[in-house]
């Protein structure tokens, strides 16, 4: 097939999103060019500093699937049915994640995950990666990409998904919100123990500590890796390898035995910050280039919902879907796409944050589990018509947009069941209480 319109298209940024997006142009026959700050990490090796594993669930699936890399990427992740709260005091508990407990989402090796999209988008014809050549953003008047230590490179449709902290973002200067949470993140290392797996592979492990929480996800080499989402200030206050021993094994005691190399990785990894990005309009027309966002630069989001990539890889599917229904029409492809996520990653946002507290604090409480266990037996009793809000986020592909009011709608339903049940119990009480 020949290119849609013989524009010149330009990707920035070869993560996640810039990958897949590549594969989908390249397949319906746009020649595409991705430019990559980073070296090829297929061959240099993982960046630092970013998390290292990664749960996808339906949504990046079926994004996948669209690729062909849905079972290789399954073959490369281990499936995770439940949570695993510890917390203290109290013996651990696994929740699952689904009513019939059969549902699981995946964690998966972000490094392995780019580099199979970095191996399909190399081999899809027309798409060409371009590895260390950072963008500075875009001129959208001339129609050039710019390059840092380079001469700019003309470019007609820009896509970028450049990440959280997206140059080009910035270079069009739009009105953008970026909400930095007080809590930054940290990552440490169970190593397997006796060759097999330190805690249960199965779950994804959460020590819920109020304020502040860490998690655990297990990889294929039997090891987990450990997150600790903290005020930024409590890292910097332990200073000394005594201060981190001791805090470990007052606070997380189940599994500070299972560091060795606790205060080493403590001490080397760095602490990382949490954004929820906000901005509008994604999209800019100038003279000479037309630029569309996705992806963490157009939205990223805080990771308590383990759906930021699933949800970039679902504005990668949206884009390839506009072009076809307007015929391949660059303007309008993207302004469509723009005006149906929009409101779905508003609403994957709001949700990521409130799972924040819910999974630092309420996952502990016996009323929680109380309830946890109630909607279960819901779901199984009103199969299809009563679903909990993580099944609608996790299991599903319906936009994000539609699960708040699907929930209250839900709840309504089910307050209104119950004040009916109390107030026939109430008369037939009542009754009864007469007839004696
Ligand atoms: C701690 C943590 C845990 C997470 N856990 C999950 C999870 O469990 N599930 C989930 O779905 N999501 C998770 N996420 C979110 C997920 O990592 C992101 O949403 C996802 O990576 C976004 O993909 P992207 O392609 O938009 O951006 P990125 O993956 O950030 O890719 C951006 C790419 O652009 C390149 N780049 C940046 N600037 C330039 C430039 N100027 N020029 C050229 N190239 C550039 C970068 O090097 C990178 O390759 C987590 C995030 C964090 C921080």
């Not at 009323?367 to 909607?375: C, E, I, L, N």
């Not at 009563?386 to 986020?393: D, I, T």
Request: with cysteine; net charge neutral; charged share 25%.
């Amino acid at each position: 097939m020949a290119a849609e319109g013989g524009e010149r298209v330009a990707i920035v940024g070869a993560g996640l999103a810039g990958c897949l997006l590549a594969v989908l142009l390249g397949r319906r026959g746009i020649p595409v060019t991705v430019y990559e700050r980073r070296p090829d990490p297929r061959v240099a090796g993982a960046e630092r500093g970013r998390s290292i594993n990664l749960a996808v669930s339906a949504r990046g699936l079926a994004a996948l699937e669209q690729v062909g890399l849905r079972d290789r990427s399954l073959e490369q992740a281990l499936p995770m049915h439940g949570r695993m709260v510890h917390p203290l005091p109290g013996a651990q508990n696994f929740q699952p994640y689904s009513a019939d407990g059969e549902r699981a989402i995946n964690s998966i090796s972000r490094a392995e995950l780019n580099r199979s999209l970095l191996d399909t988008a190399e081999s899809t014809p027309g798409v060409t990666l371009r590895f260390s050549q950072r963008v500075t953003g875009v001129d959208v008047e001339a129609g050039a990409l710019l390059l840092e230590d380079a001469d700019p490179e003309p470019a007609d449709v820009v896509l970028a998904g450049d990440g959280a902290y997206s140059a080009v973002r910035r270079s069009l200067r739009l009105d953008e919100d970026a909400d930095f949470l007080e809590h930054g993140y940290k990552e440490l290392t169970v190593p397997p123990k006796d060759g097999g797996f330190a805690l249960d592979p199965d779950a994804l492990h959460i020590w819920p500590r109020g304020t502040s929480m860490m998690i655990a996800l297990p990889n294929l080499d039997r090891s987990f890796t450990c997150t600790l989402f903290w005020p930024k200030e409590d890292f910097a206050a332990l200073d000394t390898p005594g201060k981190i021993t001791a805090h470990f094994e007052r606070h997380y005691p189940d599994v500070a035995g299972l560091m060795p190399d606790l205060t080493g990785d403590y001490e080397r990894n760095p602490v990382g910050s949490l954004v929820t990005v906000r901005c509008w309009p994604w999209t800019r027309c100038g003279k000479g280039a037309l630029v569309a966002l996705l992806g963490d630069a157009a939205h990223a989001i805080v990771p308590f919902f383990g759906q930021g990539a699933n949800c970039a890889f679902e504005d990668c599917i949206e884009i390839d879907r506009c072009l076809t229904e307007t015929g391949g029409d660059w303007a309008r492809a993207l302004s469509l796409y723009q005006e149906r996520r929009k409101a779905n990653t508003d609403a994957i946002a709001e949700m990521a944050l409130d799972n924040f507290v819910e999974m630092r604090d309420r996952v502990s409480s016996p009323v929680y589990r109380a309830k946890q266990a109630a909607t279960h037996a819901l779901e199984r009793r009103l199969a299809g018509r009563y679903v909990s809000r993580y099944e609608l986020v996790s299991f599903s592909t319906i936009p994000y947009a539609r699960i708040p009011a699907r929930i209250r709608r839900q709840n309504r339903v089910l307050a209104a069941a119950a004040l009916g049940s109390a107030a026939a119990l109430g008369l037939g009480l009542r009754a009864l209480a007469r007839r004696r």
